[in-house]
């Protein structure tokens, strides 16, 4: 394994910031100081001029997914090779068990599939089945597998739906065992009723995919989740949240110094229900779920990230193309060209997390530089059980590293992305700043636009306690 020395560079980590060099020995980082003397042999990147960050952490992806009658269109290939482009070296990706079936069936089906991650991955495990065999198993998956968290859905009624006794026995078991529970926070049975009642009267447009889940269900959902975790003692994270109703409930809870934790995504910060209107099909793209909220919400969500009511960004990254072509209907949104409802829930955001963090969130001074890295990388890592491994820049730490050029101005256009998804929600946006190198455990896997990584080059992570910050 080569021995690399990144000089000059301006270290940020959630924590600190100063000037230093950084050796890279046996992938792990050696040594920081002033003016380190190499020899020859060893491999030297000069990164004056730009900060060096510890390698993204995004721990909600959907790569190589079955949802429904769909698949996410990124294999873990494509889906990593495009986080490494964006500065993420670590990813937590979501195997699901299939009803009637093991969860431990579902995470070795995941293993083949990740098998060609090039980034390190771990799994979160969906649970759609929750009986004994299930809660035993839960057990399992912690302590021998590794995977230490698990998401339930409170949406998505005879697909991905769980009911509270479900929910809260699996939270009982988390909770006894190190592990956390994630959740999808919305009321699923009241938003079926809206559905069947908006295509009823012929109402198939994307548009009403927003006007069918409104933010009041999430807030529902969330109170009811938080209690829920309560009562049965186990930490929690809210995935994806985009409403102020749903945030107000957490930060109530967290003042009441309740183990209760949320990410939210680049899409509810930088974009609102207005991208609904779009002509034609075109506010597809647009279709995930929570759907796009409107800029009220917004403003509450940048003052959860101010507060640490939030405390993570990360993507869901959930591709699907628009176009039915090259890949077909199954990884496509015009699965519901005709009816809303049956758009594949999803969006893409993989490859362009970091630099929009940094543009809208520090070079508009919303966000100190610290702090960014603290909610794309060192408390999803702590969160998640990869901490200190993952997630910061210290001595004995993996040499995840991203050189970053925070000067430099640049337009997001998803035919110069490395995933397979044909559209960006963020087509056309001028950003400031950019990753220029990416290091795995050392090795220079991203060099301007030139790829150096490998398939199967991602490590699976072993992550044996989840929610203990
Ligand atoms: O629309 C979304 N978010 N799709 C992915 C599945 C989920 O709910 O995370
Ligand atoms: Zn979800
Ligand atoms: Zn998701």
């Not at 198939?204 to 209690?227: D, F, N, Q, V, W």
């Not at 508009?364 to 603290?374: A, E, I, P």
Request: with cysteine; glycine share 10%.
């Amino acid at each position: 394994m080569p021995t690399t020395l990144i000089k000059n560079g301006r270290i940020v980590t959630a924590v600190d910031d100063y000037r230093a060099d950084i050796l890279i020995k046996d992938g792990r980082i050696h040594t920081i100081g002033r003016d380190l003397s190499v020899g020859a042999e060893v491999a030297v990147h000069d990164a004056a001029g730009l900060l060096v960050l510890p390698g993204g952490v995004d721990v909600h992806t959907h790569l190589d997914w079955e949802f429904g009658p769909s698949r996410t269109v990124d294999t873990f290939a494509t889906g990593t090779k495009a986080a490494a482009f964006g500065g993420t070296t670590t990813i937590v990706d979501f195997c699901n068990q299939s009803k009637g079936e093991s969860p431990l069936k579902g995470l070795e089906d995941w293993h083949r599939r990740r098998a060609s991650a090039a980034v390190d991955v771990g799994a979160h495990m969906i649970l759609l089945d929750v009986n004994a065999q299930t809660l035993a198993d839960m057990k399992i998956l912690i302590e021998r597998e590794g995977v230490s968290s698990f998401k339930l859905f409170m949406a998505y009624p005879g697909v991905l739906m769980v009911d509270d006794g479900a929910l809260f026995q699996a939270m009982r078991v988390a909770g006894a065992n190190g592990a956390m529970i994630c959740v999808h926070a919305e009321n699923g049975a009241v938003i079926q009723v809206l559905v069947q009642e908006a295509v009823a009267a012929g109402h198939t447009s994307p548009k009403y995919h927003m006007l069918t889940r409104p933010s009041l269900m999430e807030g529902e959902a969330t109170h009811r989740a938080i209690r829920l975790a309560e009562l049965a003692d186990t930490p929690l994270y809210i995935v994806h949240l985009s409403a102020a109703e749903a945030l107000a409930a957490v930060t109530e809870a967290r003042d009441r110094g309740i183990h209760v934790h949320a990410e939210t995504c680049p899409h509810y910060l930088f974009l609102t229900d207005k991208e609904y209107d779009r002509p034609e099909f075109e506010g597809a793209k647009f279709v995930m779920t929570p759907p796009l909220r409107d800029a009220h919400h917004q403003h509450a969500l940048w003052r959860g990230l101010k507060t640490n009511d939030l405390q993570v960004i990360s993507t869901d990254h959930c591709p699907f193309c628009f176009n039915e072509q090259p890949y077909g209907l199954k990884y496509s949104k015009q699965l519901g060209r005709e009816d809303f409802s049956k758009i594949p829930n999803g969006a893409p955001g993989i490859e362009t997390r970091l630099p929009l963090v940094y543009d809208g969130g520090v070079a508009k001074g919303r966000l100190s530089l610290n702090r960014f890295v603290d909610i794309t990388a060192t408390t999803p890592a702590k969160l998640f059980g990869l901490f200190p491994r993952k997630g910061t820049i210290a001595v004995g730490s993996d040499a995840d590293l991203v050189l970053f050029d925070p000067n430099e101005r640049w337009t997001i256009r998803a035919a110069e992305h490395h995933s397979r998804v044909d559209y960006s929600l963020f087509e056309g946006r001028e950003v400031t700043g950019r990753v220029k190198k990416v290091f795995l455990r050392g090795d220079l896997i991203v060099d301007g636009d030139r790829w150096l990584g490998r398939d199967g080059q991602g490590e699976f992570l072993h992550r044996p306690s989840s929610g203990r910050l």
